[in-house]
């Protein structure tokens, strides 16, 4: 039996942007191909735990599999960035947050999608893993992310965007 119940049961719709940002009015399931200039939005949460950053680990039958990431996925029907963050944070790691623990990091234009990334400091985190997408869980210190990174075991794309945020990371670890 599935906890989501009914209303998230059918494939999951995105809303659809152009590549300047621009709300083209209509929603596509996650399945369906994109066609040139449209975009959709994710968004992620860099999530910190007593100077380690959480990193999951892809789940067999997802692009990428078995490939590192932190927590992220899409935004879905109307929902906006940050709430798209909190309910990815909760269904793939069982945390909870409020909008206001979370810092904004940023909006990224990526090939057809924009990214949003928010961090969250907790002092301490309960991890209950979502199955389906995500396999496995780790907490890392810089220099273990640094060598990971290196190693070529994150997702491309996440690689990037840890990347692009390096500095406003590097005062979160201990």
């Not at 906890?3 to 369906?32: H, M, N, T, V």
């Not at 780790?138 to 965007?161: D, K, N, T």
Request: net charge negative.
């Amino acid at each position: 039996m599935s906890l989501r119940g009914p209303a998230l049961s059918a494939e999951e719709e995105r809303k659809i942007y152009s590549r300047s940002f621009q709300d083209l009015g209509y929603l596509k399931p996650r399945s369906a191909a994109l066609m040139e200039g449209e975009y959709y939005r994710v968004a992620g949460v860099f999530t910190f735990c007593g100077g380690k950053l959480l990193i999951t680990q892809r789940a067999t039958g997802k692009s990428y599999a078995h490939r590192w990431e932190i927590t992220m996925g899409s935004v879905v029907g109307e929902e906006g960035f940050l709430e798209g963050a909190l309910r990815e944070l909760h269904e793939e790691v069982g945390i909870s947050a409020r909008g206001e623990e979370l810092t904004f990091l940023g909006i990224r234009k990526e090939e057809h999608r924009f990214s949003a990334l928010y961090l969250l400091e907790r002092r301490e985190v309960e991890i209950r893993l979502q199955q389906e997408e995500v396999e496995n869980y780790r907490w890392v210190r810089l220099e273990e992310l640094e060598a990971l990174l290196e190693s070529g075991i994150f997702a491309p794309p996440m690689a990037r965007r840890i990347r692009w945020y390096w500095e406003d990371l590097l005062p979160y670890f201990a």
